[in-house]
Nanobody, 122 residues
């Protein structure tokens, strides 16, 4: 019973930055691993980034490495995705996910937010 709510999406031009936020609440949420996934129109959902509860271990998809940064504030039960140098290819609905373990596959997460739209124009 974990609830996740994403925010921060919007319409930006290529090269701009956005910071997505995910507010987590519920049982054991403060110690859960957190992940970000995205789904573009006509494509399957793909992994973006993950961070484990301590904040000392992260993993990024090659497509976003060096541009995106995942972080969390456990005191506020918040996780963030800082997105820099955005490209049109980053256009997608972005979802945050949580579970006790986490990873880079959808099946490793039990709890999901509703998603927030990110649109990057050229």
């Amino acid at each position: 019973q974990v609830q996740l709510v994403e925010s921060g999406g919007g319409l930006v031009q290529a090269g701009a930055s956005l910071r997505l936020s995910c507010a987590a609440s519920g049982r054991s949420s403060s110690t859960y691993a957190m992940g970000w996934f995205r789904q573009a129109p006509g494509k399957e959902r793909e992994f973006v980034a993950a961070m484990w509860w301590s904040g000392g271990s992260t993993y990024y998809a090659d497509s976003v490495k060096g541009r995106f940064t995942i972080s969390r504030d456990n005191a506020k039960n918040m996780v963030y995705l800082q997105m820099n140098s955005l490209k049109p290819e980053d256009t997608a609905v972005y979802y945050c996910a949580a579970d006790a373990r986490g990873g880079r596959y959808e099946y490793e997460y039990r709890y999901w937010g509703q998603g927030t739209q990110v649109t990057v124009s050229s």
